[in-house]
């Protein structure tokens, strides 16, 4: 018996997110190496990079706002339904947070460019760890796909990571 409950929660430390500690969300649990006040991510093949300008985060009651250039990573809700920034404000890291519609408002991603803007939704998903806090900047790592609001089109950011402060 004493046996099985070290094994449960073994298993429990492990898959504190979806996957494990070494790979929450399906994302490298390593801390990427991005200077703070750095969005980076391959976009579409290309990568795109936010150094300067607005970027940052924002603890709101409901979610809390990444925002970097045309990157929107709007996460109130954690992928077991707890309130990010209670987990962030708790210290409990890695959070896995899934990305979906906007039914909800709490938990998407929004991408804008000239002309157009996209949106996660129910078959367009991502993801994002938030592995640490450092100080007050928050470090992560994410990827997704989102379609085009009124149009037909999608766009893939791979690999992201950031490294980002309060705005």
Do not use: H, W
């Not at 004493?2 to 500690?21: H, M, N, Q, Y």
């Not at 100080?135 to 980002?164: C, I, K, P, S």
């Amino acid at each position: 018996m004493i046996l099985r409950l070290a094994f449960v929660a073994l298993l429990a430390t492990l898959t504190s997110c979806t996957g494990t500690d070494r790979n929450p969300c399906g994302l490298s649990g390593s801390l990427p190496d991005v200077p703070s006040g750095t969005l980076r991510v391959t976009r579409d093949g290309n990568a795109y990079v936010v150094d300067s300008g607005l970027r940052g985060y924002r603890l709101l009651n409901d979610r809390t706002d990444i925002e970097a250039g045309e990157i929107t990573l709007a996460i109130g809700k954690d992928n077991e339904d707890r309130n990010v920034r209670e987990q962030i404000d708790q210290g409990n890291f890695p959070i896995c947070i899934l990305l979906n519609d906007q039914s909800d408002g709490t938990t998407y991603a929004q991408v804008r460019t000239t002309g157009a803007s996209f949106g996660t939704d129910s078959t367009r998903t991502g993801t994002v760890a938030i592995l640490a806090k450092e100080g007050d900047v928050l470090v992560g790592r994410f990827e997704l796909e989102a379609t085009q609001n009124g149009g037909g089109g999608t766009t893939r950011l791979e690999d992201g990571v950031f490294r980002l402060g309060p705005r």
